[in-house]
C-alpha cells in the first residue's frame, strides 16, 4: 500500500511540526507500506523534502488552491491520499471530485471551532463554504478520518457516502523524548505545569486563572504553584501578573525542549485543555498529553483521551470541570509516581508506529475500531 498525507499550515506551529517529524520518522519502519508526508506552508519552515509553495501561492488564500493542485497532480501514485481537513476552503467544490482516492483528516469539529474563532461578516461565508458547499464537494469522499472517535463520528454524519471512517490519534516517537529528572524532595506547594504553543480558547486557561484568583491569600506557602509554557493572551496578562505576584503562577514564554524538561523536572503533574467544550467536544487527542506522559508526568484534564484507556491510572478526566482541589486529590492518590512509571505505563498508547499500523488497518477494513469500555473515561469520575 503506498500513502500520502499531506497537510497545509498557514503557520508551522511547535506541536504540529513535531506531530509531523514523528510520523516521519515512523514511516521508515512500516512494513509492507510506503508512507509519504508532504508539509505545505507558505513560510520558509520545513518537516520535508516536499515541494516548497511558489512564490505566487505564497498568499494563504492562493497556498489552498496550490495544496489541491498537488495533491491532485500527485494522487495516482498512491492508493490512498490522506488530506489535512482545511476550513474554510473556497476551492474544494472544484478539486475534490477529481481526486476518487481522497479521504480527510480532521483535528476538530470545523462548524463549531469556526463559530468561535471567526467573527463578524465572515462568519457567513466560512460556514457557507465549511457547510453546504463542502458537503457537496466531499459527496465522492473515500473515507474521513479523525484524531478521535467522536470526530470521526461526526464527519461521517457529515459525508455519509464516505467508505472508510477510521481514527487516528496523535502519537510522538517515544524513544527519542527525554524523561524528566525526578522532582526534588519535599511535598508543598503541589508544582504544576500547563503546555500551550498558543493559549487558545479552547485551552481554558482563564478557568485555571479564576481557580487560583479564589484561593484565599495567606502568609504561608500556596498549595499550588503552575508553570506556564507558551504564548499568552494579552487580554490575560494583567490578572497573570498579579497571580505571579503572590506566588501562584510561573511565566516562561516559548521554551526549548532542553529548557522544557528542566520546567518539568519540579512538576509533579501536568495540565491538559480545560476547555475543549467550547469547541462542542469531549474527546481529544492532544500532542502535549503524549508528551507529558513521555517525561513522566501524570496529566489532570476535563476531557476524555481517545488514545487512552479508560482506566489509565497516569491521566484523568474530571467530568466536574477544573478544581485544583482535585487535581491534587489525583496526584496524591497515585501510589507509584515515579517518572519512569509513568512512561512505561502509557508507551503503547502514545507511541506513534503502533498508532500508524492501526490506521493502515482500519484503511484496509474500511471501519475504525469497535468503541469499548476503554474508550471511555468520561465515565469515571475522579472521586471529589
Not at 498549595?223 to 504564548?231: A, F, I, M, S
Not at 478544581?323 to 496524591?332: E, K, L, N, V
Request: charged share 25%; proline share 6%.
Amino acid at each position: 500500500m503506498r500513502i500520502l498525507h499531506v497537510g497545509l499550515f498557514h503557520k508551522l506551529g511547535s506541536g504540529q511540526r513535531a506531530q509531523l517529524e514523528y510520523e516521519r520518522a515512523a514511516a521508515q519502519s512500516l512494513k509492507g507500506v510506503i508512507w509519504e508526508t508532504h508539509t505545505l506552508t507558505p513560510t520558509p519552515e520545513r518537516t520535508d523534502g516536499g515541494p516548497r509553495i511558489p512564490i505566487w501561492a505564497r498568499r494563504f488564500q492562493l497556498a489552498k488552491l496550490y495544496a489541491w493542485w498537488h495533491i491532485w497532480r500527485r494522487s495516482s501514485q498512491y492508493d490512498m491520499v490522506l488530506m489535512r481537513s482545511i476550513s474554510p476552503d473556497p476551492f474544494a467544490a472544484l478539486m475534490a471530485p477529481l481526486i476518487p482516492n481522497l479521504l480527510t483528516i480532521h483535528h476538530s469539529k470545523e462548524i463549531e471551532e469556526i463559530s468561535l474563532v471567526t467573527k463578524g461578516p465572515r462568519l457567513a461565508l466560512a460556514l457557507f463554504l465549511e457547510g453546504g458547499l463542502k458537503r457537496w464537494a466531499f459527496r465522492r469522499l473515500r473515507g474521513v478520518v479523525g484524531v478521535t472517535e467522536e470526530i470521526a463520528q461526526y464527519e461521517a454524519e457529515r459525508y455519509p457516502r464516505a467508505q472508510i471512517v477510521a481514527t487516528y490519534p496523535n502519537g510522538i516517537d517515544i524513544a527519542g523524548f527525554k524523561i524528566a529528572e525526578e522532582p526534588s524532595p519535599g511535598s508543598a506547594p503541589l508544582r504544576a505545569v500547563f503546555v500551550c504553543s498558543v493559549f487558545y480558547a479552547w485551552h481554558g486557561l482563564d478557568r485555571l486563572l479564576e481557580a487560583l484568583a479564589a484561593l484565599p491569600a495567606n502568609d504561608g506557602p500556596p498549595p499550588v504553584v503552575v508553570d506556564l509554557v507558551g504564548t499568552l493572551d494579552d487580554e490575560q496578562q494583567a490578572q497573570i501578573e498579579a497571580l505571579a505576584e503572590r506566588g501562584l503562577v510561573v511565566v516562561h514564554g516559548n521554551l526549548s525542549s532542553a529548557e522544557m524538561l528542566d520546567v518539568f523536572k519540579e512538576a509533579r503533574v501536568a495540565i491538559a485543555s480545560l476547555a475543549l467544550d467550547r469547541n462542542g467536544l469531549r474527546q481529544a487527542s492532544t500532542l502535549k498529553v503524549r508528551q507529558y506522559l513521555a517525561a513522566g508526568l501524570p496529566v489532570y484534564s476535563t476531557h476524555v483521551d481517545a488514545g487512552l484507556p479508560g482506566e489509565f491510572p497516569y491521566y484523568v478526566c474530571d467530568d466536574g470541570g477544573f478544581s485544583i482541589g482535585r487535581m491534587m486529590a489525583f496526584h496524591d492518590a497515585l501510589e507509584d509516581r515515579r517518572r519512569k512509571s509513568v512512561r512505561e505505563a502509557s508507551r503503547p498508547f502514545v507511541d506513534k508506529q503502533s498508532i500508524m499500523e492501526s490506521l493502515i488497518e482500519q484503511l484496509g477494513t474500511g471501519r475504525g475500531p469497535a468503541p469499548t469500555k476503554e474508550n471511555h473515561q468520561g465515565e469515571r469520575r475522579q472521586q471529589r
